[in-house]
């Protein structure tokens, strides 16, 4: 009976112990702005390959690759080049679309650019 109590006592601490250690991580997420007018690289901690930005007026708009990944194409805007948003794809489906139904890896669309003329992008 001692033993068995002591078992359970020693199940019950490495438990305690065990969700105690799970319950203290807290995930963070990558902030670029340091608050104070500067700012830690790099920028966009995600895949972004390829980008092409734009300024008009004040604000900035940047497109980059997104090969066979759809919606495809994602544009950002920022105010400072450091703050960005995702706000849209240029693409939400890639033609041929019976073609681009399955993952075509080394297919798709990169390097793009991105232009404003006369209010249009």
């Known amino acids: 009976m001692n033993n068995r109590r002591t078992i359970l006592l020693m199940i019950a601490c490495f438990l305690a112990i065990f969700v ?8 963070k997420v ?22 092409d930005a734009i300024r008009v007026g004040n604000d900035f708009y940047m497109i ?10 994602p544009i950002l805007h920022s105010k400072d080049l450091v703050n960005w948003t995702l706000i849209g794809h240029a693409l939400k489906r890639q033609p041929p679309f019976e073609h681009f139904a399955v993952p075509q890896h080394g297919n798709g669309v990169w390097a793009p650019s991105i232009r404003y003329h006369n209010n249009e992008f």
């Open 20 to 27: 105690q250690a799970q319950s203290t991580y807290v995930s």
């Open 30 to 51: 990558w902030v670029a702005d340091n608050g104070n007018g500067t700012y830690k690289n790099p920028v966009l901690n995600a895949d972004y390959s390829d980008p």
């Open 64 to 73: 980059s690759s997104s090969f066979e990944d759809m919606p495809g194409l």
